[in-house]
């Protein structure tokens, strides 16, 4: 069976390494699938829900928050550099819901002064607080 290491890395270490079959990314582009023996390539991510196929269980898919970053694919070998991530199992979803009305709460300030830094900052803070609670369902 054809399979590619994938790792994820952030400033903090490796937060995910295993052999797939099978990951479902997303560019700046937009979506990618990608399988075994893939073309070499490198591009931005954004914050979205990683998606893995692990060749030990073919019918489990691993699920991955990940903020931001790029993608190195070369030789069946999948590196992510991500700002942050987080594997579904270590998202506290109770934790990732407060952050997301701290979020919300921020933006509407943010809007209603017309501070566009700050409507910036808070509609990121925002995606991410919606991609842990996505990723952190998945159990």
């Excluded at 506290?92 to 919300?104: F, T």
Aim: net charge neutral; proline share 2%; hydrophobic share 40%.
């Amino acid at each position: 069976m054809k399979y590619m290491t994938v790792q994820v890395v952030t400033p903090d270490g490796v937060r995910y390494d295993h052999h797939a079959t099978y990951i479902s990314i997303r560019t700046l582009a937009g979506d990618m699938g990608i399988l075994p023996d893939h073309v070499n390539i490198i591009a931005p991510l954004i914050v979205h829900e990683m998606k893995i196929r692990r060749i030990d269980d073919e019918n489990h898919v691993d699920w991955v928050a990940i903020n931001g970053g790029i993608i190195e694919v070369r030789d069946n070998f999948v590196t992510i550099v991500a700002d942050s991530a987080e594997r579904e199992r270590d998202i506290d979803v109770s934790r990732a819901e407060r952050a997301k009305l701290r979020a919300e709460r921020k933006l509407q300030a943010a809007q209603t002064t017309h501070d566009i830094d700050e409507v910036r900052r808070a509609q990121v803070a925002l995606r991410r607080a919606l991609n842990r609670i996505n990723v952190g369902s998945h159990r």
